[in-house]
C-alpha cells in the first residue's frame, strides 16, 4: 500500500518567553492508505502535536512531514488549506461544532471550501449524518444533541470530503463506554470496507486495542511502533494495512 | 468560496450581534446621510446661481469703484456725470442702470420696516429685469424731477400693507413722505438673502435724501457679448481718465458666478470633509467592530481554516461582513440623507438639490469605508494560526 502520510525526523518546539520547548524530538512514520493505528503514551508525550502535523494543521519545526506526496515545510498556506480539505478528516477532541448552525450545515462546512454547490452540500452531508444515523436530527443545532450525538456530527464532518485520512484526537474520551465502542464500529467499517486509514489518540486502552497498529509515545519521541496482528515492528513490514 | 456563500454567513454573523450591528450601522447611517445633505445643499445654491445668472442674461457688466481682486468695498467717487460719461462710451443712455443705496427706516402708519433704499434710474428696470406685479416702475420724469415715488419689493409690499393694494398709499422713507408708484414681483430667496426685501426710488431723489453726490455702482446691457470685453476695457478707462487717482473694476455675470463658484466649491468642501470625518470616525468604528468580531470567533476562523478554508477566503468572508455592514449603513444613510435634505429645503432658507450622483457618491463612500476599513481586520483573520484559534476558549 502506498503511504498517505510520511513523516521523517520530525520535531515541533514551541517558543515560550525565553524558552523553548521541545513537544516532538525527531519522529519519524508512515501512515499508509487503509491503515488503523492508535496512539497513546502519557499526558504532555505529543499525541495532539503529532496528530497535527499528521493533518496539515502545523508544520514540523524541523524533519519532513509529506502528505499525499506534498512536503507540508514547503507548500504555502492555501495549498496546505487545499490538502487538508481534500486528504484529511479531522475530529477534534472538543468537536468543535459551530453553535448557531444546524447539524446538516456542520456537515456541510467542509464542502464549501471544495466549491460544491449549496443543494449538492446539503444533499451529501445528509447522506453522511444518515451513515452515522442521525438523519433525524439534521435540523438541530449541536446544543440540542447529546454527546455521543455530537460526535457522530463531528464524524460525519470529517468523513462528508471522502477523506484518505481520518485523525481524530481523543474521541471517545468524554462518552461512555457504549457511544464509544459505537463509534468505532462505524470507523472500522469505514476502514475497512473504504480503506480510510483511521489514527486516532487515546488514553483508552479499548480503543487502542482494537487498532491493528499502536504507537507509543514518550516525552516527544516515539518508543514503540507495533502490530497487532504480526507482533512485529511495522519498520520491518510493508503490508500491514490489507490483512484480514 | 463563493460570495453567496460568504454573504450567508455574514448575514447570520450579523445578525447574532444585532445590537453591535445597528450602532456601528448608526454610525455609517449618519455619516452617509449629512454628506448627502451637504452635497445637496452645496448642488442646491449652486443651481440657484446659475439661475440667477440666466435670468439676468451673460451680457451684464457691472462696473464698481475699487479693484475687485482686493475684495474690500470701496467708497465711490462716481457721479451722475460719470453715468452719463460712461453712457456716451456705450453709446446708449438706456442701457446704463446706476444705483446708490442705504439701508433705511421705512414707514406705512403705524408699521416700520428696515430696509435696503436703491436710488436707481428709470432704466433699472430693463438693465436689471425685474418685473412689475401692480402699479409702475419709476419713470424719466420721476427721476428728472426728483420726485417722491417709491417701488415696494414684495417683501416690503407685505410687510407694511398685508394683502391690501399699496399703490397710491403714503409711506415715509428716513421720515420723507413718498408716494408708492408700484411693487415688484416677488424673486425669492438668493444665498440666504431675501431679494423682496428693498425699495426703489429715483436716485436724484435718494441722493439728496442721503445727502450725497455719490452713485455706489453701474450696471451697462451690452449689445454684442462677444465686444464685452473691450467695452468694458473702454468704460475702466474713460472713469480712470475722470478720476485719476481711483481705481475701477469691470465684472461680467460669468466672472462673479465662477468666483461665486469657486467660494461654493470651497464651503462644498469644507462641509463635505467635516461630514467625512464622522463618516472616518464611523470607518474606525467598523474596524473596531470588526476586530472585536474576530475575536470572538477565532475558533470558528480555526475550524474553518482546518476544514480547507484558505486564507483569502477568510479574508473575503470578513471583507464581505464589513462592506455588507457599511453597505446596510449607506443605504439606509441615503434613506435618511433623503429625509434630512427635504426637511432642510421645507424648513431652512437653504437651497437643495438631490442628484443621482451624490446619492450614488454616498453608497460607493460607504462601501469603500467598508472595504478601507475591514481589510486590516480581515486579513488579520485570515492569518490565524489554526491550532492555536481552535484552542481559544
Ligand atoms: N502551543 C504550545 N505552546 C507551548 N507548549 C506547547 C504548546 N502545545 C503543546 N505544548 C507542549 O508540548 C508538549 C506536548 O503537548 P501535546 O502534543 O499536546 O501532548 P499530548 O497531546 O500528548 O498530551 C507538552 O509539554 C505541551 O505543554
Ligand atoms: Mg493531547
Not at chain 2, 469703484?65 to 474690500?72: D, H, S, W
Not at chain 2, 417722491?148 to 394683502?163: D, H, K, Q, S
Not at chain 2, 445727502?211 to 478707462?237: E, H, Q, S
Not at chain 2, 434630512?340 to 432658507?349: G, L, S
Request: proline share 3%; charged share 20%.
Amino acid at each position: 500500500m502506498t503511504a498517505a502520510i510520511e513523516v521523517r525526523q520530525a520535531a515541533r518546539a514551541y517558543r515560550v518567553g525565553q524558552t523553548e520547548v521541545a513537544a516532538l524530538r525527531g519522529v519519524s512514520l508512515t501512515v499508509r492508505r487503509g491503515d488503523h493505528l492508535a496512539v497513546v503514551g502519557p499526558s504532555g508525550s505529543g499525541k495532539s502535536t503529532l496528530l497535527q502535523l499528521l493533518g496539515g494543521l502545523d508544520r514540523p519545526t524541523a524533519g519532513s512531514v509529506v502528505i499525499d506526496g506534498h512536503d507540508t515545510v514547503t507548500v504555502g498556506e492555501a495549498e496546505l488549506a487545499r490538502i487538508r480539505n481534500r486528504v484529511i478528516g479531522f475530529v477534534f477532541q472538543g468537536f468543535h461544532l459551530q453553535p448557531r448552525t444546524s447539524a446538516l450545515d456542520n456537515v456541510a462546512l467542509p464542502l464549501v471550501y471544495r466549491g460544491v454547490r449549496r443543494a449538492e452540500r446539503r444533499r451529501r452531508a445528509a447522506e453522511m449524518l444518515a451513515r452515522v444515523g442521525l438523519a433525524a436530527r439534521a435540523g438541530h443545532l449541536p446544543g440540542q444533541l447529546s454527546g455521543g450525538e455530537q460526535q457522530r456530527v463531528a464524524i460525519a464532518r470529517a468523513l462528508v470530503t471522502g477523506p484518505a485520512v481520518l485523525l481524530a484526537d481523543e474521541p471517545t474520551g468524554n462518552l461512555d463506554s457504549a457511544a464509544g465502542r459505537h463509534l468505532l464500529d462505524l470507523l472500522e467499517q469505514l476502514n475497512t470496507e473504504h480503506g480510510v486509514a483511521l489514527a486516532i489518540v487515546t488514553h483508552d486502552h479499548e480503543v487502542a486495542a482494537r487498532a491493528r497498529r499502536q504507537i507509543v509515545m514518550r516525552d516527544g519521541r516515539i518508543v514503540s511502533d507495533t502490530d497487532t496482528d504480526t507482533a512485529t515492528d511495522t519498520d520491518t513490514i510493508t503490508d500491514s494495512g490489507v490483512c484480514s | 468560496m463563493r460570495i453567496g456563500e460568504a454573504a450567508r454567513v455574514a448575514v447570520g454573523a450579523l445578525v447574532a450581534a444585532r445590537l453591535r450591528t445597528g450602532l456601528t450601522v448608526l454610525g455609517v447611517m449618519i455619516g452617509v446621510s449629512s454628506v448627502m445633505v451637504l452635497i445637496a445643499i452645496g448642488d442646491g445654491t449652486r443651481r440657484e446661481v446659475a439661475g440667477r445668472v440666466d435670468e439676468l442674461g451673460s451680457n451684464l457688466l457691472l462696473v464698481v469703484p475699487g479693484k475687485v481682486e482686493i475684495g474690500m468695498p470701496t467708497i465711490s467717487r462716481m457721479q451722475l456725470s460719470d453715468v452719463e460719461a460712461v453712457a456716451r462710451v456705450v453709446g446708449d443712455p438706456t442701457r446704463v442702470a446706476a444705483s446708490v443705496a442705504s439701508g433705511e427706516l421705512v414707514q406705512a402708519g403705524p408699521v416700520k420696516t428696515f430696509t435696503t433704499v436703491a436710488g436707481v434710474l428709470e432704466n433699472n428696470r430693463t438693465v436689471l429685469v425685474r418685473d412689475i406685479a401692480r402699479g409702475a416702475y419709476l419713470s424719466r420724469a420721476d427721476v428728472d424731477s426728483a420726485r417722491r415715488v417709491a417701488v415696494l419689493g414684495a417683501t416690503v409690499a407685505r410687510v407694511l400693507y398685508g394683502g391690501t393694494d399699496p399703490v397710491g398709499r403714503q409711506i415715509t422713507v428716513a421720515g420723507v413722505r413718498f408716494r408708492v408708484a408700484g411693487v415688484f414681483a416677488p424673486l425669492g430667496q438668493s444665498l440666504g438673502v431675501d431679494r423682496d426685501d428693498e425699495v426703489h426710488i429715483p436716485l436724484t431723489t435718494a441722493q439728496r435724501l442721503f445727502a450725497t453726490t455719490r452713485v455706489d455702482g453701474l450696471a451697462v446691457r451690452a449689445t454684442d457679448p462677444a465686444g464685452m470685453a473691450a467695452l468694458g476695457d473702454r468704460i475702466v478707462a474713460e472713469l480712470g481718465e475722470r478720476h485719476p487717482d481711483s481705481a475701477f473694476s469691470v465684472v461680467t455675470q460669468d466672472q462673479i458666478l465662477s468666483v461665486l463658484g469657486d467660494i461654493l466649491d470651497v464651503l462644498t468642501g469644507v462641509l463635505g470633509a467635516t461630514a467625512g470625518i464622522s463618516l472616518l470616525v464611523s470607518g474606525v468604528g467598523v474596524s473596531n467592530i470588526m476586530l472585536v468580531s474576530i475575536r470572538e470567533r477565532t475558533r470558528e476562523i480555526g475550524l474553518r481554516k482546518a476544514v480547507g478554508a484558505r486564507p483569502s477566503d477568510i479574508a473575503a468572508q470578513f471583507l464581505t461582513e464589513a462592506v455588507l455592514l457599511t453597505s446596510v449603513g449607506g443605504v439606509l444613510g441615503i434613506a435618511l440623507g433623503v429625509a434630512a435634505t427635504v426637511a432642510v429645503e421645507r424648513f431652512t432658507p437653504l437651497p437643495t438639490l438631490l442628484t443621482g450622483w451624490s446619492i450614488a457618491l454616498s453608497f460607493g463612500v460607504a462601501a469603500g469605508v467598508g472595504i478601507i476599513f475591514g481589510v486590516l481586520p480581515a486579513l488579520r483573520a485570515a492569518r490565524l494560526d489554526p491550532v492555536p484559534a481552535l484552542r481559544t476558549e
